[in-house]
């Protein structure tokens, strides 16, 4: 079993530059992730079928992965889907 938890306050898990993923994307438009395994799953899926994006995750949510949503590396399956293009996550506030 995985755990993300929201970011800090005035940070975020960047997974490429802001630069690189408005010269990649354009101008993306936020997605607020709800408080779910399958929202997660769904919202990284939307934004690698869009070319890129930003997620803003649920106050106070840590997402339980507990299913295989990628094939993995040596290590075995991931928690979430492969990401294959420019997305940001950033958490709002955090439960700890």
């Given at each position: 079993?995985?755990?993300?938890?929201?970011?800090?306050?005035?940070?975020?898990?960047?997974?490429?530059?802001?630069?690189?993923?408005?010269?990649?994307?354009?101008?993306?438009?936020?997605?607020?992730?709800?408080c779910s395994e399958t929202a997660l799953v769904n919202a990284v899926d939307g934004?690698?079928?869009?070319?890129?994006?930003?997620?803003?995750?649920?106050?106070?949510?840590?997402?339980?992965?507990?299913?295989?949503?990628?094939?993995?590396?040596?290590?075995?399956?991931?928690?979430?889907?492969?990401?294959?293009?420019?997305?940001?996550?950033?958490?709002?506030?955090?439960?700890?």
């Open positions: 079993m995985q755990r993300l938890s929201g970011i800090g306050a005035a940070g975020g898990l960047l997974l490429t530059t802001p630069a690189a993923h408005a010269a990649a994307a354009g101008p993306a438009q936020a997605v607020v992730v709800a934004a690698n079928a869009a070319g890129g994006g930003d997620l803003i995750l649920a106050r106070f949510c840590t997402y339980t992965l507990t299913g295989a949503h990628s094939p993995g590396g040596s290590g075995g399956p991931a928690g979430l889907p492969n990401i294959t293009t420019p997305i940001s996550m950033t958490g709002l506030t955090t439960d700890m």
